[in-house]
Nanobody, 123 residues
Framework: QVQLVESGGGLVQAGGSLRLSCVASGRTFSSYTMGWFRQAPGKEREFVLGISPSGNSTYYAGSVKGRFTISRDNAKNTVYLQMNSLKPEDTAVYYC????????????????WGQGTQVTVSS
């Protein structure tokens, strides 16, 4: 069982930056592919970024490439989402998730989810 807790959301002006963190419980964090997803009101949950268990491979949605980066610190059981050049359309609840062995891009592949953290970007 893995428990995930996100933090770092908030209100920011367009063009600003935020860094989200997700801390995982348990001793097997380094064996999980981690992903960040987001869900805006009235929309489906969408993939944002993913990272392999070792951190050597990362996966991006086209809408955030060049603006967002994902990283992880396996010693701290933490995955990060650095968001730069934020736009109003990035406003959503952001979730981190964990899985083993599946595709990083699809939410159905993930077994564990955090409670989410709200990111609001004002214009």
């Amino acid at each position: 069982q893995v428990q995930l807790v996100e933090s770092g959301g908030g209100l920011v002006q367009a063009g600003g930056s935020l860094r989200l963190s997700c801390v995982a419980s348990g001793r097997t964090f380094s064996s999980y592919t981690m992903g960040w997803f987001r869900q805006a009101p009235g929309k489906e949950r969408e993939f944002v970024l993913g990272i392999s268990p070792s951190g050597n491979s990362t996966y991006y949605a086209g809408s955030v490439k060049g603006r967002f980066t994902i990283s992880r610190d396996n010693a701290k059981n933490t995955v990060y989402l650095q968001m730069n050049s934020l736009k109003p359309e990035d406003t959503a609840v952001y979730y981190c998730a964990a899985q083993r062995g599946g595709s990083a891009y699809y939410p159905n592949e993930y077994n564990y989810w955090g409670q989410g953290t709200q990111v609001t970007v004002s214009s």
